[in-house]
Structures are given as C-alpha cells and as structure tokens.
C-alpha cells in the first residue's frame, strides 16, 4: 500500500506544513518505508480487544473550581511573534 | 579540597556539603570546571546557567525539554530557539524547593525524537567513552553529562527510551518511572500518554534520592497519582525476588552477542545472590511493540505539535501572505526531519479512512501489551533484558535510515507502551563500551527496582568512569 505524492500533499497541508519540493520527495519514500514496517499491527485479529487510550486506570479528576490569579499579561505576551495592546497579533486569515 | 566531579557521586557531595567539608560554591566551581574541560568536545549543554543567587546547594542538569523559568528552554528545535518559559514546570520547581541549582540545560534530540541526540538543531552530543560514537538519545546530552562529571546528577524525558537508552549507551543509572508518578507539567510534550520525566546518576542510591524530590502527585498534572514513600536501598542480597527472563527481549533479532553476553553474567549473579530465576514469554509484545508505539507515539505528537503556529510563542516566519500561510511556513522552517516526519505519519495514521486501521488497532495492541506484562507479573516480581540491543553506535552510521534508529528502542518500548517502570543500569562492557542491564517492574514498583537494581550494582562493581577519562 504505497503511498502517493497528492496523500503526502493532502496529510501536509493537513499537518499545516509548507513542504518544499524536494521534502515532499524524500518525505514520501521514508513515510512508505515505515508504513509498511508499522502497517504490521494488522496482522492481528483484535476485534474483541478494547483500545488502551491510557496506561492507568485514572478517571474523572477533578479540582476545586475556586478563582486564582493566571499569569501577568506582559508575561503571557514575553514569548509572542507580535502584540497588539492585549492582543496576539496575527496575519489576516483572508 | 579537591573535588573528583568524575567520581563524586550526589549521594557523597550531600556528605561533603552538609558535613561541611565542602561549600555549595567549591561543588559548582568543581562541575563549572569540567563543563569548561570537556563539554567543548562532548556538547552536552545547549545553556549554561550562571545562577544570581550563588550556589545554595547540590547541581543539577535539566534536559532542555523540561521547562525553567527565565532559562531558554528549546526541546533541541529551532521553533523554540529564544523561547523563555516564564514559568518552571514542577519537577524544576521541586529541583529548586529540595536545595538543587541548575547547572544548564542538556542537549536532546528535537522534541525528545531520536536515539542518539543528531536529530538536535543545535547538532549532536558525543559519547564520553568515545566521542566518536553516540551517547543515546533523546536524553544524550544528560547521561553524557553525568558520565564524564560535568554534572551530578541530571533529570530526562522518556517516552519510548530515552532515558533508560542513552544511560546504558553511556554507563550510568536510569530510571523511567511509572506513567503518572512524575509530573509533565510545563514540560515540553511529545506522546502525552507516554511521557514521563526521570532522574540520570551514577548510582541507584542516587537515582532514588532524585525520585523521591520529583515525584508525587501534582495538581497541575491531573494524569498524576500518589506515589508510595520511595525507600532508599541497602540490602545487597536479592533472596526471595522473583526474577523472569523474557525470552523475546532476551532473543531478539539485532542484540549483539557482547551485550547478551555481560546480561548474562548479571543473570548469573543475582541467582548467585539469591534471586529465583525463570523464563517467560512476552509473545506479541515484542513482535509488535515497534510498530504500535511507531503509530500511537506520532499521532499524539501530531497533535501535540499543532500548538507551534507561530502566534503565542516560538518563531514566526511571515512570508508576507495570510495566517494560513504564515503557519505553514514557521512550520517548515522551524521543525527539522524528524519532527516533520513523525507529523505526518501522526496526521496520516489519524485521518479519515485510516484511523482504524492505524491507530485504533494499535490501540488494540496495547492492551494486548498491557495484558501479557500483567501476567508475567503474577509469577515475577521484575523481569531482566538488555536495555539496548547494540553499545553506542557512530556517528552518522543511522541517520539517513529512520527504521534503523527506531530499532535502538525495541527492547525498551515494549515496557514502555504499558505504563510500566524501568531502570538501566550498567553490567559491563562490551569491546569497551558500556552495557546496560533493563530491569522492569510493574506498576508502581520503583522501590523492588531500586532494591535489585542497587543489590546488582554492589555485585558487579561496574566503574561507571569512562576508561579515557580515568
């Protein structure tokens, strides 16, 4: 089951990843490659197995819903490409 | 006095300090100094830390994955180049409430994907006992640290390997805890139900004193659960432990003779210290070990790694087109191979027509993993393997073949893929690289870990210093 240029393009645009040429190339040999090593997985009849989607048996933690102070804004904004006032400024999406 | 950063273990500078033989300051200039000696050739640091407030106590190295507030933290990649937490996750908060300084920030493959370091952005760590060779990886630049005295003691990050790995390549002690023993919070994330942060020394008496500051449950890390007191071991025999031998983590394909070979003597010597000793069979989870966790492991890091789109932290290329297209450009310039590869291979696994045949059904393995562990663990107390088929390899011997990398972590994924806790430690050498021994346990059995693992130590007497530097 091999994979084509145009799904390598589709999972790229996708994963939100500009891919050059020459990536997309070498991408779609190396994805091939280990898709047919994990596509073992198959091999098993597991239709009566549940899915492990967690190591523990861990469920509904919960916390008390009481108000605490979050972070500064000049600090939640220190690590930001750009900001406006009490914004993240961004490119226009259109 | 002269301090020997090589042989000093954290365990003895604690001593040293509290004894008043030696001040926090001599035990920083000591470490200070070999960085300064050998961290040109080994590049183990990706930030040095010259703390304001002076040294206050022991060292420590942090893998530059795990978050520290005002220090560059940069997971190995350049999207994170000048990213300053301004927070620190828990384990460094509780680094810094036990008394530890941060001596820097150690070099990890990018976000913690690789097995020998060469996938950082800021190019590879070496092996102190031969720096021609890998030192493990994610975590190499830790356990090569620790190895050639440049640090005390170190914390990594383990999500298929890269603790227990790169300590056996490097001759140290490493332990990855239990899933949910030690908090993520603020730690860089890669495979969120597989992570777990754990300590790198040079002895398991050491290893215990770390997991004891950083462990427990942690309100801002709700998969985090109460952990039992943590015992620091001394008994040096190992009568009445239960020790099982998996066949396929013992036989399979790709382990070198000489590393089956210094296994074996550990196995004879704990029977010789009193410990029951059988084999077992974990059919199916070492066959397809590899393959689930190469499809569960990516997938959440295509998910984890959505959040680096250039807009609240992190690097922005702007092409001069929209936010779509910004996004996708910071994104291609940002992340190196490995992380791209791994996106794609999550976003392909988890997408329409395929999920179910990819990451359902390795879902479906895991349980089948989970299950075959748990009924080793009704007859064995801890089971024994190498931790890595092969010693330390060269240099660039793997980088242009990603399925030969991934088959450095097929002993230790198995493990791994059910949330279950493992140490390395070193049982000899093999043509003079260091061999490490696996010991797993089930689910939160750290001390039986510490126990055997220290009872081992004491009877191999492995000298953990690299020959070179000796």
Known sequence: MAISREQVLHVAKLAELDLGEDELARLADQLNAILEAVGKVSELDLSDVPPTSHPLDV?????????????????????APARDDDSFRVPPSA | MTLD?????AEDAIDLVERGDASPAELHAAYRAA????????HCFLTHVEEADGARSIPIALKDIIGTKGVRTTAGSKILENYVPVYDSTVAQRCKDAGLSLLGKTNTDEFAMGSSTENSAYGPSRNPWDPTRVPGGSGGGSASAVSAGMAPWALGSDTGGSIKQPSSLCGNVGLRPTYGTVSRYGVVAFASSLDQVGPVTKTVRDNALLYRIISGRDECDSTTVDVPPVELPSAEDLRGVRVGIPRELNEAEGIEPGVSAAVQRALALAEELGAEIDTCDLPRSVEYGLACY???????ASSNLARYDGVRYGLRVDNGGDYYATTAS???AGFGDEPKRRIMLGTYALSAGYYEAFYGQAQKVRTVIG?????????????????????????GERTENPLAMYLADVLTIPPN???????????????????????????????????????????????????RLR
Not at chain 1, 59 to 69: K, T
Not at chain 2, 436 to 451: D, K, S, V, Y
């Open chain 1, 59 to 79: 469920v509904n933690v919960l916390r008390a819903d009481e108000p605490r102070p979050s972070l500064p804004l000049d600090d939640v904004f220190s690590n």
């Open chain 2, 5 to 9: 950063t090589l042989r000093l273990t």
């Open chain 2, 35 to 42: 960085i300064g000696e050998r961290d040109d050739e080994l």
């Open chain 2, 294 to 300: 190469y499809l569960i492991a990516p997938a959440e």
């Open chain 2, 330 to 332: 910071t994104r291609d």
């Open chain 2, 371 to 395: 299950r075959e562990f748990s009924a080793a663990f009704e007859r064995f107390d801890v089971l024994l393997s190498p931790t890595s088929p092969t010693v330390a390899f060269k240099l």
């Open chain 2, 417 to 467: 893929m059910a949330g279950l806790p493992g140490i390395s430690i070193p049982c000899g050498l093999s043509a003079g690289l260091p061999v490490g021994l696996q010991i797993i346990g089930p689910q939160f059995a750290e001390n039986t870990l510490f126990r055997v693992g220290h009872a081992l130590e004491r009877a191999l007497d492995f000298d953990t210093v690299p020959e």
